[in-house]
């Protein structure tokens, strides 16, 4: 690899790494106006995603600039196309962070479940788990980081089963629990759906380091 190419792959490498920061900040907030049921805390989340830069926009920028003027191949390619595509998922967990805060936002009103509500901290927890090893793993060319983010991912998906059955049930005990039941499975899914690009991220990892594709997500629970 070349002197320049190092350098614009280290560039866009940090631009990745800010990139997740922002996804996992916002996820912090989103968890942390759950346990406090203070709306105005999520509708933070939803405000400064109006100021969001494009930075996948700059990352794709940049991915084909450099393997245009550098012409890369092999690890190096793989390097730069897994930047491609690990920025992707990012941006789609960041983007799901945005519809969590929406939801936790619409359910601050409601009348909720205090014990179903620590479960779905917990779970959101993992799920951050999952992106900070994920993101780990791709930044530190960590294979057995990447196999840590696969099992936290199991426990996501056992939580998201039971949790989805307590809310049923708790929707058909008290029809006033209906509607933040309701957002609730959706914000379950929202968690599952974020945990799962985190593992998309991870199995760009054992790409770049292997060279073959790799699904590292086993079948869900549900």
């Known amino acids: 690899m070349s002197d320049d190419q190092a350098r614009q792959t280290d ?4 631009r990745l790494g800010s990139m997740a920061e922002r996804a996992d900040r916002s996820l912090l907030v989103v968890l942390q106006a759950l346990e406090t049921g203070d709306g105005d805390s ?6 400064a995603d109006a100021q969001r830069e494009p930075t996948y926009a700059h990352i794709q920028s940049g991915v084909l600039a450099t393997i245009a003027l550098q012409h890369p191949i092999g690890r190096d ?7 491609l595509h690990a ?3 990012i941006e789609r967990m960041t983007d799901l962070t945005v519809g969590m805060a929406r939801t936790v936002q619409q359910a601050s009103e409601e009348a909720g479940d205090e014990d179903v509500t ?23 060319d960590d294979v057995e980081t990447a196999d840590e983010a696969e099992r936290l991912d199991d426990a996501v998906d056992r939580l998201d089963s039971g949790i989805f059955e307590r809310l049923v049930r708790l929707a058909a005990d ?3 629990r209906l ?3 309701t957002r609730m499975i959706h914000l379950t899914r929202q968690f599952e759906r974020y945990a799962d690009h985190g593992v998309d991220v991870a199995e760009q990892a054992v790409f770049v380091r292997s060279g073959e594709p790799v699904r590292l997500r086993r079948p869900s629970y549900t």
């Open 11 to 14: 560039q866009l490498r940090v």
């Open 118 to 140: 620590h479960q779905l901290i917990e779970m959101g927890e993992l799920a951050r788990n999952v992106a900070q090893r994920s993101v780990q793993a791709f930044l530190g």
């Open 174 to 176: 008290d029809e006033s």
């Open 77 to 83: 390619l793989r390097a730069l196309t897994g930047l």
């Open 87 to 89: 920025s992707l998922h």
């Open 179 to 181: 509607p933040w039941a």
């Open 42 to 47: 999520a509708g933070e989340v939803v405000d």
